[in-house]
Every structure is written in structure tokens, then in C-alpha cells.
């Protein structure tokens, strides 16, 4: 059981990379072929309507009669450009996750037979989890600058 378990990964992972691959390699192609940059036009924001004059009678609070410093939000720093422009990042965490279950599950069904496990195995397993966990960090990293460039 261990071993479908094991090699079955070992399978979906191979499988999924390849055909990652080869869809990323497809959608570069049809780009060239069909004449396209690859990148997104930025949409023409809205423009904002011009703002009403208040009516002479009525007399501005002293808050509003002082001029409020509108700054401008900051340009993204470069390594935060360069997070959000890593679009592997959440389906390769995604495989790696996969992968850590069932092999964390083939080491459970290996402890419950008599036969005593690899040892490698075990650190095998402890090596994928902490890949997980490191590739989970970078694919929320990657979220949140996705959402840092959006909104600037």
C-alpha cells in the first residue's frame, strides 16, 4: 500500500510538472503566433467628477477650511514586483503539499506494520514538510504583493 501510495505521487507529480509545462509552453507559442506582447493593456481609469462648490450660506467647520496632504501611495519596491510576477508559485505549492500528505500518510501506514521504516524515509518526509511550509510562505508572499501592485 505504501508503495502505490509513494509511487502514485511520484506519478501526479511528474505528471502535473509536464503538463504544467507544456500548457505554459502552448500559451507562450500561441502568443507568438498569434502577435500578441503577452502582457495586459492597463485599463483607462475612470475620471473622477468634478467636485461641487458649496453654497455660499453655508460656513465651512474648522476642520474643513484646513488643506489635507494628499500623498500619493509609493511605488512597489522591487523585490515586491518581483514576488508578484511569480505565477508558479501557487500550484507548485500545491503539488508540494499534495506530495507531503501522502507521503506523510505512506510513513503513518509504515509505522503500523512490524517491519520497522527506513530511517531515510522519515527525514525524507521531514525534508518535503519543511519544502511545504517554505513554499506555502513564498505563495502567500506572492498573494499579498499580487495585491500590493494592484492597488498602486
Known amino acids: ?6 509511487m502514485g ?4 507529480s511528474v505528471s502535473f ?3 504544467w509545462i507544456l500548457v505554459r509552453s502552448g500559451r507562450w507559442a500561441w502568443q507568438r503566433v498569434a502577435g500578441g ?26 476642520a474643513a477650511r484646513k ?16 514576488l508578484a510576477a511569480l505565477v ?3 500550484p ?3 503539488l508540494a503539499l499534495l506530495l507531503y500528505g501522502f507521503t506523510r500518510l505512506a510513513e503513518f501506514g509504515m509505522t503500523q506494520r512490524p517491519q ?21 510562505a513564498l505563495a502567500v508572499l506572492h498573494l499579498l504583493a499580487v495585491w500590493r501592485c494592484r492597488r498602486h
Do not use: C, D, I, N
Open 9 to 12: 505521487g511520484l506519478a501526479l
Open 116 to 136: 520497522v521504516a527506513p530511517a531515510a524515509y522519515h527525514t525524507l518526509v521531514t525534508g518535503l514538510g519543511w519544502v511545504s511550509a517554505a513554499l506555502l
Open 17 to 19: 510538472t509536464l503538463g
Open 1 to 6: 500500500m505504501a508503495y502505490v501510495l509513494v
Open 92 to 94: 507548485l505549492t500545491l
Open 88 to 90: 508558479g508559485t501557487r
Open 37 to 62: 506582447s503577452g502582457t495586459r493593456k492597463p485599463r483607462p481609469r475612470a475620471r473622477k467628477a468634478p467636485a461641487r462648490q458649496a453654497s455660499p450660506r453655508s460656513r465651512p467647520t474648522a
Open 67 to 82: 488643506p489635507k496632504a494628499a500623498t500619493p501611495p509609493s511605488e512597489p519596491w522591487r523585490l515586491t514586483r518581483g
